[in-house]
């Protein structure tokens, strides 16, 4: 195999096995749409702002681990390292939440942990919260009112400080996903 034909065939190989196991999950919107377009959303991110073929491949798989635990065999980061390596599920590890812990401890953790991440982590978490932005904006999870659409943006912006500075695209895609939340919801308000 080529150099370039390596990560791309690895690339396409970490769609597919998020398509299997994000094929019974839904995103929270309105629109109810697969939840394998977040996680293709992510990758395009990435992948435009020229993030590193192990971002772009840990941007795929980074919602497996933690959006399967209910499924009848959930994937796990030994999983992930099998097909993948220990490399993309090092960074996956970095981004995942352990969702055995209450909600805002997670969410105060993902603050805390940002800044330390590794540089293709960092990617990751910022091309994820990108996206989630704009979810908020096109189609906001059933049962959001203003209040918590404007907590998840306040919240997503704090952990994207700590993840600045690896990419300066995505540094200012995040600042136009976040003003323009910001915007819409001050529009609402």
């Known amino acids: 195999m080529t150099r370039e034909v390596e990560p791309l065939a690895t690339i396409l190989r970490a769609a597919s096995f998020a398509a299997r196991v994000h094929a019974t999950h839904r995103r929270k919107g309105d629109a109810a749409e697969p939840y394998v377009n977040h996680v293709l959303e992510v990758a395009e991110i990435l992948a435009a702002q020229g993030a590193p073929p192990a971002a772009i491949i840990a941007g795929l798989l980074h919602d497996t681990v933690e959006d399967s635990d209910?499924?009848?065999?959930?994937?796990?980061?030994?999983?992930?390292?099998?097909?993948?390596?220990?490399?993309?599920?090092?960074?996956?590890?970095?981004?995942?939440?352990?969702?055995?812990?209450?909600?805002?401890?997670?969410k105060g953790l993902q603050i805390r942990h940002a800044a330390r991440a590794s540089a293709a982590a960092r990617q990751v978490k910022l091309a994820d919260k990108i996206a989630n932005l704009r979810t908020i904006l096109a189609s906001p999870p059933a049962g959001w009112d203003h209040a918590r659409r404007l907590e998840y943006v306040g919240w997503a912006g704090r952990v994207a400080a700590g993840a600045k500075?690896?990419?300066?695209?995505?540094?200012?895609?995040?600042?136009?996903a976040y003003r323009a939340a910001v915007a819409r919801l001050a529009e609402e308000a």
């Open 165 to 176: 500075g690896v990419n300066p695209g995505l540094d200012m895609l995040f600042d136009e």
């Open 70 to 106: 209910a499924d009848p065999v959930p994937t796990t980061l030994a999983d992930l390292e099998a097909a993948f390596g220990a490399e993309i599920a090092g960074i996956v590890a970095e981004v995942s939440d352990d969702k055995s812990l209450p909600k805002e401890v997670r």
